[in-house]
């Protein structure tokens, strides 16, 4: 990984929470097995971050790999949790603040998730809001995703990344994506046709000073979608069952996840996969964009 990085390899930083809490064992190794094979055919170098055993991890062997994906009670390590895990030699998987935080570190200027944290609803009341959205504004890290999940607010999402100068970009959509949905009612104020236009936005605004990160909505691919208005009423029905068993702070979006997944008969795994992968492909083509910015002359 380091010799990457040194040499201006493209690279893409790859989240592990989606290993440990997204998905159940053994598809969500398989799918961690597939997104990295993904990124090598695209000509980019996979960097999945995780913590074991107290070792910040960026880039994984497939023994490390496997290891994580059927631990017993990993950690959901974002960046109030990330120093606790080093310092008692324990193992979680990196949300997308954590891998942010990881990533930057090591260097790491892309990163393919699924979906992003974000507001939660009524957020106005818990103050209940992702770590993800303020690490979008520290972290200079342009993170690529199908939007945020549409078990959150999303126009206060929006809002809040607006307020916190995080551009957020519709990679060829004007609509901000709803994970397993393609499109949401929501308008992006930015969008790009290629990833050579994120690279320069990336090169633009780093020659500017502004620091932290930019957030590419890339939405799932229509033949892969759950449509927005079937997917909202499943929502609707997942945060009652949450509310009226009293679910709270970390424990509810696991909890949301494996309800839809019940819910939607096993369809909103099919989209996960789908998004995550398609997600892959366009950070690889930004990752690979923004090498063949930074390579010496007649490299």
Known sequence: MAEALEIHKPVVALESTIITHGM??????????????????????PATIAVLDGDILVGMTPDQLEALADASHPLKLSRADLAFAVATGRTGGTTVAGTMICAALAGIKVFATGGIGGVHRGGEASLDIS?????????PVTVVCAGAKAILD???????????????????????????SSRSPWRLPLRANRAEDVAALMAARGALGLGGGVLVANPIPEADEIPYETMAVLVDQALEEARLQRI?????TPFLLSRLLTLSDGASLTANIALVRNNVRVASAIACAVAARSAPIGG
Not at 131 to 139: G, N, P, Q, V, W
Not at 159 to 170: A, D, F, M, Q, S
């Open 131 to 139: 770590a993800d959205l303020e690490e979008l504004a520290l972290s």
């Open 24 to 45: 159940p064992y053994p598809q969500n190794l398989a799918m961690a097995r597939q997104v990295e094979a993904d990124c090598r055919a695209y000509g980019v170098v």
């Open 154 to 180: 999303l126009p206060r999402t929006l809002e809040y990344l607006e307020t916190r100068g995080v551009p957020v970009v519709g990679f060829n959509t004007d609509h901000l994506p709803a994970f397993w």
């Open 248 to 252: 709270e702070g970390k424990a509810v």
